[in-house]
């Protein structure tokens, strides 16, 4: 149902050619739907991006750190913005076909990740697909980061709590374990 889509937490559209690296697989992959996370552009730079990778539609989070592009091949049927996420209800042209993606760019303070993880879990009386990825600033366990300060456990505990809640399977992604 759901067709090719992309993830990127591209930190700057504007840093080491970052937006040109993205047109290339786009041109081969003809991605439905792109996400990227902290573009650090103005949202008035929106359209502008959306013509680059010849995508109909784009739209930015109240935060201005996800922008997301898509064709119209899926039509918008409503959207929920925070500061932390921008959940996009769609329908698939011509059919009666119904999903939901939700892109996250969460905050780096656990105590403000609790606001995030409480509008997840209110979301999930749902009844149609939903499709969450982005960047979380957690983990699960200690295998799923190298270095850096250690995680607490009441930080995983919260994050585990809001994957159980929402009945969420962990997908498989192509790409690098770690993005650097």
């Keep these: 149902m759901i067709d090719k889509i992309l993830f990127w937490n591209i930190k700057s559209v504007k840093s080491q050619n970052a937006f040109e690296r993205l047109i290339e697989p786009h041109r081969r992959h003809h991605y439905s739907y792109i996400a990227l996370l902290e573009p650090f552009q103005s949202p008035s730079e929106l359209e502008q991006y959306r013509m680059k990778l010849g995508l109909q539609n784009a739209k930015a989070n109240c935060s201005a750190k996800i922008w997301i592009f898509w064709d119209d091949n899926w039509e918008e049927e409503g959207s929920s913005d925070t500061t932390q ?14 999903f939901d993606v939700t892109t996250i760019y969460a905050r780096c303070s656990a105590l403000e990740r609790l606001e995030l993880w409480e509008d997840l879990e ?15 600033n957690t983990i699960v366990d200690d295998s799923e980061k190298l270095g850096g300060l250690p995680v607490s456990n009441l930080e995983t505990r919260d994050f585990i709590q809001c994957i159980n809640s929402c009945a969420l399977n962990e997908l498989r992604f192509m790409g690098s374990v770690l993005p650097w």
């Design 85 to 98: 996420q921008l959940t996009m209800n769609f329908k698939i042209s011509g059919t009666q076909d119904r």
């Design 122 to 136: 209110c979301m999930t009386n749902q009844s149609c697909p939903w499709l969450m990825e982005g960047d979380f």
